[in-house]
């Protein structure tokens, strides 16, 4: 079930200040407080969905394609267009904190290397 008192929901309400990278009617973007890379993003609906599961199943069509419009404003917004990689953290035994669905992006010029 939904927690309205998650940090996320906090930033979404102004509670909590945040670093905004894109902002629409539907989508937040914002730079990750523990960055785990050069450039790390969080890119998270408006809407109230715990993970992956829960905005694919419950999220009406037109939010899901406007969240993953936000996805793409957000990754041009950065110049990643060509390097970038996204990771969905789903469930706590997969590292999910925060139970408020969102994509991280991140970006590293070691990512070239790495393939
Ligand atoms: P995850 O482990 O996938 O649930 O990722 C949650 C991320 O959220 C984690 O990388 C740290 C970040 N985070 C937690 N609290 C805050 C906060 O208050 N502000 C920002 N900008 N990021 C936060």
Same mark, same amino acid.
């Given at each position: ?12 309400? $102004? ?54 419009? $936000?996805? @793409? ?11 970038? @990689? ?6 706590? $035994?997969? $590292? ?20």
């Amino acid at each position: 079930m939904y927690d309205k008192n998650n940090v996320f929901a906090k930033i979404l309400r $102004g509670e909590i200040p945040n670093k905004t990278v894109y902002s629409d009617d539907n989508v937040l973007a914002f730079y990750d407080v523990a960055p785990r890379a050069r450039v790390h993003v969080l890119v998270i609906p408006r809407g109230e969905y715990t993970d992956i599961f829960d905005f694919t199943k419950n999220a009406p069509a037109d939010v899901q394609l406007a969240f993953w419009n $936000g996805v @793409r404003n957000t990754v041009e917004k950065l110049g990643l267009r060509d390097n970038f @990689r996204t990771v969905a953290n789903t469930g706590r $035994g997969a $590292g999910q904190s925060v139970m408020h669905f969102h994509i991280h992006i991140m970006s590293d010029e070691r990512f070239s290397e790495d393939f």
